[in-house]
């Protein structure tokens, strides 16, 4: 079975549509099928159903779309430790991280890599903390990057930092000047926060049941953005570290106010990898940059 074709069969399934595999894999919509009819007269069977919404995957398609994801990893790994045996920084990355460190850590790391190795490539994906242990452990990430990664044996922590949370709001907000804040001030205000899968919602439910306090969750989602997006208008209070929101305080957007000492958890941000694969070059040069990244981040006062 020939690499091409099974990496284009891959795109093709999760995208469920030709022409968007075929733009995303850089090819005409015609070298893509003809990929697939080549594929499909190697194994006897069909994999595909094309209809008017895209094309959707036979029973055939969908077994091979099980284990294909995961052979193009493994394939990709060999290719990178042959690259290492010749002393090439080269191949791909694939990164799950907490959308919150991407603009301070993760995009500056990432900038720099790719300027003096060009010929890195990297896949990024936005996940919880749990989503982000599962997706070591099955190899679909090389690295991860996120905030109160569970521990776990097989996962090793390459470095941690510690950052305190602050409160998040609009300049013109009640709270917005009346720093040091207890979490007993922002009780009385809607806030925006991440559902209980985050290890952020995990430490601040912890706190507020250790306290006694009942906190206004007007809206739960997994989106930064949205969360962000939902401060400038008013309508929310944030609670995050400030490295997730240092653009937009710069830009007058928002405030970030301190917490006092001890009322919410530190955010933990970890870098890990699975301990039972070996990292190419490629991935250790990428964790050298990420750890020296994170080594700079201090807490704001």
Do not use: N
Request: proline share 5%; charged share 20%; hydrophobic share 45%.
């Amino acid at each position: 079975m020939q690499w091409r074709a099974l990496k284009y069969f891959d795109t093709v399934a999760r995208c469920r549509s030709l022409r968007q595999a075929a733009a995303r894999l850089h090819v005409a919509p015609t070298a893509l099928s003809r990929q697939i009819d080549q594929l499909e007269h190697q194994l006897g069977a069909e994999l595909l159903e094309r209809t008017h919404e895209g094309v959707r995957l036979t029973p055939a398609g969908e077994l091979l779309a099980e284990q294909a994801s995961q052979t193009l990893r493994d394939l990709e790994r060999v290719e990178a430790r042959i690259a290492d045996l010749q002393g090439r920084c080269t191949g791909r990355v694939v990164i799950q991280v907490s959308e919150g460190v991407v603009p301070q850590v993760l995009a500056p790391a990432l900038a720099s890599l790719q300027t003096e190795f060009p010929q890195l490539e990297f896949s990024i994906s936005i996940a919880s903390a749990g989503g982000v242990i599962e997706a070591l452990r099955t190899g679909e990430a090389d690295i991860g990057l996120a905030y109160f990664l569970p521990q776990r044996d097989d996962v090793v922590r390459v470095v941690t930092a510690e950052l305190e949370h602050y409160a998040v709001m609009t300049p013109d907000h009640p709270l917005s000047w009346a720093a040091p804040l207890a979490l007993s001030d922002i009780a009385g205000y809607p806030l925006a926060v991440p559902d209980d899968t985050f290890g952020v919602r995990q430490a601040l439910d912890r706190a507020a049941r250790d306290r006694g306090l009942s906190m206004q969750i007007a809206f739960t989602t997994q989106s930064l953005e949205t969360q962000k997006a939902l401060a400038r208008e008013g309508a929310a209070v944030l609670l995050l570290p400030m490295i997730a929101v240092a653009r937009e305080c710069e830009a007058g957007q928002l405030v970030a106010v301190g917490l006092h000492a001890g009322e919410l958890e530190q955010t933990r941000v970890d870098l890990c990898i699975y301990r039972h694969r070996s990292p190419s070059l490629a991935v250790r040069t990428c964790l050298q940059r990420l750890e020296e990244a994170l080594a700079a981040l201090s807490p704001c006062g």
